[in-house]
């Protein structure tokens, strides 16, 4: 079954596939105002409209019109030309430490994608999908056990991280009513009444890098300045070891942080957890790799799904060590994330200590993820399988 998912044959030849853009959300602001001019209104209502979704959180038509100095002909236009939606919460659960809340949202099609908040050490997080399902197999991967349905669009991955800010927005308009005194609404920037948005991370549900047009355009509307500005620095795209899309990220010099998936450090047990890799073989990555390090002159973070037995040894570790010595890298170690379709178990804290001794011989730089989380089903894809079977 899971061979019949993902063979060589069967990866889509094309790395996406770009419609034009019908949503709000999936222009950017140079775009916005460009058809603002093409319809006969001033930039300056563009500019407006830009601001008043992304840095004062209007959520539908229906907000804009009384307050916002915005001509009703031009919105009228505005909203007869673009659809502005956003995806409802289907479910939503907070883990246990309180740290991590996970949405499960329903597109306007119905399909369901899963976004996650992660608050912690100081940081804001949103974890966004890139597609519904995917088309990459990986054995373990909750995602990748329901197969592939199709490419979300810019305005959806844009719609993931905006919902995000709405959360954030709310929360603190909770915590300024219950300790009034410590509010400043006379603050000038909208921004600085709520905490910020500042991490994105493509490793929720689907391949970014199969979905590369979309992916990149949502990424430059999100880190438009007068939106919500996020740095190309707190922005990471996480593949499965799609190589054209390495390369392109490479040759239009894209700031954002790369980390690959890797699992496996020989063709062989790489292409067991990955099939993907039977397609993009581990030779021509690492190439793909060190031409992306070589060319942008950034280290790649590589990910290692630590699953008991399996891949988790000395063995394994020196394997990886040895693969990765002549790339500026740093290795993430995630234990395994148990879900129904995989049968294999998570490495425990001491065994991922000692691949992480073993690395540090190599000069290789080494993290255990925290598994925080995990009592919400916090994986890659857990939540939206769940509610399927529910
Ligand atoms: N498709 C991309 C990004 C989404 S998955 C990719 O594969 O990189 C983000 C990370 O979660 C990947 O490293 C993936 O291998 C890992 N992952 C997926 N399912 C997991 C599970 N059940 N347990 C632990 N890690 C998992
Ligand atoms: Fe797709 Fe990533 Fe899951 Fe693999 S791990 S199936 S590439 S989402």
Redesign the pocket.
Known sequence: MRDARMSAATVPASLSATPPVSHLLGLTRPELIARAVEWGFSPVHAATLWNEIYLRGRRTPSEFRPRDHLPTRFLDRVFSELAFDFPAVTRETRSSDGFTRKYLLGLADAHRIETVLMRYSGRTTACVS?QVG?A?G?V?????QMGYTRHLTAAEIVAQALHVDAVLRETAAAEAAAAPALADPSHPSPHHRHERLRNL??????????NYDAVMRAIDILRDPCGLALGAQKIS?????VVPGIRRLAAERRPVHL???L?GATQEERAAL?PAARKWKLDELMDACREYTATLGRRIFF?????DGKNDGPGHAHAVGALLRDIPAQV?L??????CG?AGE?TRPAGARSFQDVLATYGIPCTVRQRRGIDIAA????LAVAEASA
Do not use: D, R
């Open positions: 890139s995917c990459m990986c373990f991967c909750a995602t990748g991370v493509f490793m929720g549900m689907g391949e970014p890098l199969h795209v996480s593949t499965v070891g980390a690959v998936s699992h990955v990910e290692w799904t630590l699953i993430n995630i234990p395994l994330n148990p879900t995989y998570p994986g890659c894809g857990q």
